[in-house]
T-cell receptor
Framework: NAGVMQNPRHLVRRRGQEARLRCSPM?????VYWYRQLPEEGLKFMVY????????ESGMPKERFSAEFPKEGPSILRIQQVVRGDSAAYFC???????????????FGQGTRLTVV | GENVEQHPSTLSVQEGDSAVIKCTYS??????FPWYKQELGKRPQLIID?????GEKKDQRIAVTLNKTAKHFSLHITETQPEDSAVYFC???????????FGTGTQLKVEL
C-alpha cells in the first residue's frame, strides 16, 4: 500500500497562473480531504470529497478555488489566477468508509508546497 | 462550527522530563480527538487518538486524556527524547466523517 500520494511535491507558479494539485488516496479509501497550511500556522480544512461528490466545501475560498474527485483518477485541487497569498503547503488526507466506526484515522500525503512568485 | 484552542504554543523540556499539551474544543457533539506530530517539512502523522466514550488512552510513552464535561483533552509525553522534538497538533472531529478542526500547534523542543 503506497499511502496517500500527492504530486507535485513542489510547485512554483507566477501570479495569475493556474495551479493543479493532485491527490491519490490510499487503496480502498473513498474519502478525500484537503487542508491548507500557511507558513508557521496550523492546518485549515478546505474541502471533503467522496467519489464524484463534494460533501463539505465550507473551508474553500469563494473564488478561484475548486476541487473534484472523479470516478477514475486522483482528486484535483485547482487554484485559478494564483496570488502570493496562496503560497502554502496543501495536504490531502484520505480515510476509508467504515459503517461500524465512523471516525477513523486520516492518513496524510506528503503535501504540495506551492510558491507563487 | 467547531473551534479548537491549543496551549502552549511553544514548550521546551529537558530530555527525560514529561511534556503536557492541552486543548479545548467548543462543540459538545465532537466525538473523535486525534493528535498529530509534524516534523519540519513533513506530513502530519497520527500518534494517538481517543474517542468520546473513553476517558484515557495510553500507548507506551504517550497518553491522552479526555474530559467531555469540561470539553478539554490533553497529550502527555513521558521520558521525552530529542526525537520527540516537533510540532504537535490536536484536532477534533464532529459527526461521522473525518473533517478535522486543528488546534494552532505546539512547538515542542526537547533539550539534551
Amino acid at each position: 500500500n503506497a499511502g496517500v500520494m500527492q504530486n507535485p511535491r513542489h510547485l512554483v507558479r507566477r501570479r495569475g497562473q493556474e495551479a493543479r494539485l493532485r491527490c491519490s488516496p490510499m487503496k480502498g479509501h473513498s474519502h478525500v480531504y484537503w487542508y491548507r497550511q500557511l507558513p508557521e500556522e496550523g492546518l485549515k480544512f478546505m474541502v471533503y470529497l467522496q467519489k464524484e461528490n463534494i460533501i463539505d466545501e465550507s473551508g474553500m475560498p469563494k473564488e478561484r478555488f475548486s476541487a473534484e474527485f472523479p470516478k477514475e483518477g486522483p482528486s484535483i485541487l485547482r487554484i485559478q489566477q494564483v496570488v502570493r497569498g496562496d503560497s502554502a503547503a496543501y495536504f490531502c488526507a484520505s480515510s476509508p468508509l467504515r459503517s461500524d466506526s465512523p471516525n477513523t484515522e486520516a492518513f496524510f500525503g506528503q503535501g504540495t508546497r506551492l510558491t507563487v512568485v | 462550527g467547531e473551534n479548537v484552542e491549543q496551549h502552549p504554543s511553544t514548550l521546551s523540556v529537558q530530555e527525560g522530563d514529561s511534556a503536557v499539551i492541552k486543548c479545548t474544543y467548543s462543540d459538545s457533539a465532537s466525538n473523535y480527538f486525534p493528535w498529530y506530530k509534524q516534523e519540519l517539512g513533513k506530513r502530519p502523522q497520527l500518534i494517538i487518538d481517543i474517542r468520546s466514550n473513553v476517558g484515557e488512552k495510553k500507548d507506551q510513552r504517550i497518553a491522552v486524556t479526555l474530559n467531555k464535561t469540561a470539553k478539554h483533552f490533553s497529550l502527555h509525553i513521558t521520558e521525552t527524547q530529542p526525537e520527540d522534538s516537533a510540532v504537535y497538533f490536536c484536532a477534533a472531529v464532529t459527526g461521522g466523517g473525518n473533517k478535522l478542526t486543528f488546534g494552532t500547534g505546539t512547538q515542542l523542543k526537547v533539550e539534551l
